[in-house]
């Protein structure tokens, strides 16, 4: 993807009717400023070509980039294995699989994280020879990513024996394409609780907490955090989380948290500031938040519903960065 996609601006006044951090810039259209600065400034260069992108505050992840192959195999196990998500009484049930029209593809489950992101977040706040746990895991192909990248040891854990089977089985298709010194671990661990993870252990959480009930799981264990009955009732567990990850995490390292608000009904729930909330009162510090923007045919459902109602359909997430100090 080229720089100027991730700044690339829509309306306002042309770059030559305005100055760019009051700089004049003699640019065809916005989205070419963000490589104009670069072109101009070695500090813009240099931070470019050591991470591969430009870490500004909106990120926006291209869907064909190089992990497209790995995504598409994850589709093509996922559906083979007839674990595609259908709606029915408030849960999701296994069904047929559906083959995507556009180009053949097979369509990935909608909670896949885009690995891209999974490169960048390592990139920056992640580190060779890093531990990484995943406390809420869910559909992914991180632990290839971070292999890739350098990282000495993955964790991941869930209390749904589902979705710890596909990424065990995933990864063991995989393995040989990794550094032989590289560990992953696939733990059935309760993220309230977290008895396998000795204290002072991790380098790096990288997770996305369940969006309280926007996705039912296949999962009777009491501390599933997306079965709570009640929103108080999530966060009250989510908080106990949080005191978990304090405890498991380094001094000086970082926790980073995908979260989206979410809206059931005529009921808006900020999930990211009660992320927030939740992590300054277990003691982490607020070091960092970024606009991840991430189109979905999903909004697109709700879009008459959202214009009478007044409200946005969502296409951003939030990357919330926690440092403990």
């Known amino acids: 993807?080229?720089?100027?996609?991730?700044?690339?601006?829509?309306?306002?006044?042309?770059?030559?009717?305005?100055?760019?951090?009051?700089?004049?810039?003699?640019?065809?259209?916005?989205?070419?400023?963000?490589?104009?600065?670069?072109?101009?400034?070695?500090?813009?260069?240099?931070?470019?070509?050591?991470?591969?992108?430009?870490?500004?505050?909106?990120?926006?992840?291209?869907?064909?980039?190089?992990?497209?192959?790995?995504?598409?195999?994850?589709?093509?196990?996922?559906?083979?294995?007839?674990?595609?998500?259908?709606?029915?009484?408030?849960?999701?049930?296994?069904?047929?699989?559906?083959?995507?029209?556009?180009?053949?593809?097979?369509?990935?489950?909608?909670?896949l994280r885009n690995p891209l992101v999974d490169e960048w977040v390592f990139k920056i706040w992640g580190g060779r020879g890093y531990t990484v746990y995943n406390c809420f895991l869910g559909h992914t192909v991180e632990y290839i990513v971070f292999g890739g990248l350098g990282a000495k040891k993955y964790i991941g854990g869930t209390v749904n024996r589902t979705i710890l089977y596909i990424n065990q089985d995933f990864y063991n298709k995989h393995k040989h394409l990794l550094p032989q010194d590289y560990e992953v671990v696939f733990l059935e661990e309760d993220a309230t609780e977290m008895r396998d993870i000795q204290d002072n252990s991790i380098d790096l959480i990288w997770a996305s907490p369940p969006y309280w009930k926007a996705e039912r799981l296949k999962s009777d264990h009491p501390h599933e955090l997306a079965n709570a009955v009640t929103y108080d009732e999530f966060l009250e567990m989510y908080a106990k989380c949080f005191k978990q990850m304090y405890r498991v995490m380094k001094s000086d390292r970082f926790v980073v948290l995908q979260v989206a608000d979410v809206r059931f009904g005529d009921v808006f729930y900020p999930l990211h500031v009660d992320t927030i909330r939740l992590a300054l009162g277990a003691g982490f510090v607020l070091h960092d938040i970024v606009i991840l923007v991430n189109f979905s045919f999903l909004p697109c459902l709700t879009a008459r519903r959202a214009e009478t109602k007044k409200y946005t359909p969502k296409i951003h997430e939030y990357l919330l960065v926690f440092r403990r100090p």
């Open 1 to 111: 993807m080229s720089l100027g996609k991730y700044m690339k601006v829509s309306g306002g006044p042309k770059p030559d009717e305005a100055p760019f951090f009051g700089l004049e810039l003699e640019v065809e259209s916005p989205s070419k400023i963000a490589d104009e600065l670069v072109k101009r400034y070695k500090e813009l260069r240099y931070v470019k070509d050591k991470l591969g992108f430009l870490p500004v505050s909106v990120w926006i992840p291209t869907k064909r980039g190089s992990y497209r192959d790995l995504v598409q195999e994850y589709a093509k196990y996922y559906h083979e294995l007839k674990l595609i998500p259908s709606k029915q009484g408030g849960f999701y049930t296994l069904s047929a699989p559906v083959q995507a029209q556009q180009d053949h593809d097979y369509m990935p489950p909608v909670s």
